[in-house]
């Protein structure tokens, strides 16, 4: 039944983009690409016990990368411009994770964090990146084959169904990549890495190609961001970014890839809600304080995450029948029993 649930909810999305709303396709189409962005990260996090805090600069660079290299009088070719988007944060990442995986635990995490902030400056701080004021993206790239162009990316309900498949990819990639004995190697350097550099396995490769190939498909998420809105800012790289994603896939469970897209489903559902007026009025301006709170609890009440949720419902149901069958007395072996007849005595 789990393994149907992926195939089930695709499908309900690619009906979701006949709703006819504006409004909720958009939603969905940023659920989606968030969602893509938390699955590279499940692959750090879940997969290789790599705990990121600079994960938004290859979000950042694939975003920029987008609205850079597009032209402002026509719109470019996508066969070029999506991997030179993904080649560059590649890069990035090779370059930058060949050091910070030299260190490990919470110096890796401040190491990425200062290559992050790094990058967040060289857009923020220069005229590459427009500054402070970002940069805007006038034309979708467009895919065309011999002069015919099979689908056009500056149609809603195109583009829709252009993320939708990112993302179908992108979990089918790293579902294939988890049942490989390369995503075996990375759940035992998270367990125990000591143990695998004992049985003969170089970590330090393995860590590094899951490093760039998270880099890789968060450069992807960036990329769509920026055709979305057809405008990136150098904040798309702050850390505050970094710590949505990583919040994202706490929150949803860091064992699978199920928990990456539940957790993004529900803190991008929980945003929208705490920040509409109509619910809550002027309070809605203050959504960061509720929204804290109901992270809070969740993450106390649920510490595998809402993907662990059913298996803790059916530990709490197997402890309860478990502590009713202790506190139930045993019958005794001679209540009820037939009185056996005494040595002499007549049988009736």
Known sequence: MTKLLPVATLLALAAFAWSGSDYYTGLAIKIMIYAIFALSLQLLVGGAGLVSLGHAAFFGIGAYAAALLSPESGAASLWWLLP?????????????????????????????????QMAYYVFHDTKLGGGSDGIYLYFRPELSVAGWMPFDLGNATTFYYFVLICLAGAWGFLALLRRSPFGAALAGIRINEQRMRAAGYSTYPYKLTAYVVGATLASLAGFLFALKDGFVTPELLAWEQSGLVLLMVILGGMASLGGAVLGTVTLVLMQELFQSQALFGDYARHWHLPLGI??????????????????????????????????????????????????GEPHA
């Not at 993904?86 to 290559?115: C, K």
């Not at 506190?327 to 209540?335: D, E, G, I, N, Y």
């Open 84 to 116: 030179v988007a993904l080649l560059a944060a590649a890069v990035y990442a090779a370059v930058t994770g060949a050091l910070a995986l030299r260190t490990r635990g919470v110096y890796f995490i401040m190491v990425t964090l200062a290559f992050s």
């Open 294 to 343: 109901a992270i809070i609890v969740l993450v106390a009440l649920l510490p595998n995450g809402l993907a662990g949720l059913p298996a803790q419902w059916r530990q709490r149901r197997e402890a309860r029948a478990a502590s009713q069958r202790a506190a139930t007395p045993a019958p005794s072996p001679t209540r009820n029993a037939a009185r056996l007849p005494i040595q």
